[in-house]
């Protein structure tokens, strides 16, 4: 059993430098925090015991920075990855702050700005191979519109999937270990954005030419921005074989995009997302897409990105504890039971069953007195969170 929560390795906990980066800016205020270097953060996230570190090429390399500069910046970051052990397992494209970029990138409906987004991923998926990363993520925060007079959806569609069939084929060309995760959400910056939830991606992901290589990177705000139970979403893009990645922060249903501190507003949701991970033995990166109030100063921050860690420690050994609880268990054994005399209809569709089953008489009555103690076994996973068992 853990006993202090400490955040090692092989925990995979990630941030990216956007995320204990964040200088508290809003659209309503200047920033709070003094913006700290690439280097300064590996050394914040190497102290708080994280794993990993995830960038954007902006991020890291401004976008003015000289090819001179560039190497330099990369340079002076390598040392500081060498010195702590940071690795960096995932790396993305800013398509997004520049003003080039307001229409959108790939879906823009200028050619040159979408050939201009190619470009800019291309050199930033040769960057991310360089540090090492293995995904690739695709938010596509200004694919979308405010007005629908002004993109036809179907173009976006097919702007999206030509320009990742174009990547895909890239990194298959230059014979990178690399596999693309697309993050969806539903609006903001845009007033819609294109494949705004878990399940409109997994559907089109199925329409690229290297499908194999696309997966998901969902985002515990993201879907709930949409009121949607993350961890039925995150069910589904596992059962596809496509969880790739996850973005793990908070946020109530209803709100502007908060990015809040793993487990600090649903915190029911996100026991049962680690409970979840954990079950199905996921081994991909956590990564905290969040950040810390903007009341924070670093000393704050720090505390913030030990919070998401412990936080994810902590609802595991919660996991664990449901499993070992036997008043959880013998429910959980009560309202599964089963003394298999349908196992006939576990080979799917067959004559045999087909004629069993038509002459079987089901008592209707019956079946809806039936006992489901449901109540009793969420109380308990509630005294459970609560620390009361
Ligand atoms: C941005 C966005 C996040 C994405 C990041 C990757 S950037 O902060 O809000 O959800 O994961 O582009
Ligand atoms: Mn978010
Ligand atoms: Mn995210």
């Known amino acids: 059993m853990m006993s202090n929560y400490e955040p090692k390795p092989e925990h995979k906990f990630t941030f990216g430098l956007w995320t204990v980066g964040n200088i508290g800016r809003d659209p309503f205020g200047n920033p709070t925090r003094r913006a700290l270097s690439p280097v300064e953060i590996v050394h914040l996230l190497a102290e708080v015991g994280a794993w990993g570190v995830n960038l954007h090429d902006n991020d890291l390399v401004p976008i003015e920075a000289t090819p001179a500069e560039r190497d330099r910046i ?195 949701q996100a026991f049962f997302l680690v409970k979840f991970l954990e079950d199905v033995g996921y081994d991909g990166s956590r990564h905290f897409d969040a950040h810390a109030y903007r009341s924070a100063d670093y000393e704050d921050v720090k505390a913030f990105a030990l919070g998401c860690m412990r936080t994810y420690l902590i609802l595991k050994e919660k996991a664990q504890r449901f499993s070992e609880d036997a008043e959880i268990q013998e429910l959980l054994a009560e309202i599964n039971a089963d003394d298999g005399t349908y196992a006939y209809l576990a080979n799917g569709y067959n004559a045999e069953a087909v004629t069993r089953l038509k002459a079987e008489t089901f008592d209707r009555e019956a079946l809806g007195q039936r006992t489901l103690p449901y109540e009793r076994l969420d109380q308990l996973v509630i005294e459970l969170l609560l620390g009361a068992r």
Do not use: C
């Not at 390598?78 to 229409?103: C, H, Q, R, W, Y």
């Not at 002004?150 to 298959?172: Q, S, W």
């Not at 539903?186 to 939830?197: A, F, K, M, Q």
């Open 74 to 268: 990369v340079r002076d970051f390598k040392k500081a990855l060498d010195e702590t052990g940071i690795v960096v397992p995932m790396a993305t494209t800013n398509l997004f702050t520049d003003p080039a970029f307001k229409d959108g990138a790939f879906t823009s409906n200028d050619p040159v700005v979408r050939a201009y987004a190619l470009q800019k991923t291309m050199q930033a998926i040769d960057l991310g191979v360089e540090l090492g990363a293995k995904v690739y993520v695709f938010w596509g925060g200004r694919e979308g519109a405010e007005s629908d007079a002004a993109k036809n959806p179907l173009d976006g569609l097919k702007r999206m999937r030509d320009a990742l069939n174009f990547l895909t084929e890239y990194v298959i060309d230059q014979g990178y270990d690399l596999k693309f995760a697309l993050e969806p959400k539903p609006n903001e910056p845009r007033s819609d954005i294109y494949l705004p939830t878990v399940g409109h991606m997994l559907a089109f992901i199925e329409t690229l030419d290297h499908a194999e290589m696309v997966g998901l990177n969902p985002e515990v705000a993201h879907e709930h921005m949409a009121g949607l139970n993350f961890m039925h979403a995150v069910a589904q893009a596992w059962d596809a074989g496509k969880l790739f990645h996850i973005d793990l922060n908070d946020q109530l249903f209803g709100r502007y995009d908060q990015d809040f501190r793993f487990g600090s507003a649903m915190l029911k």
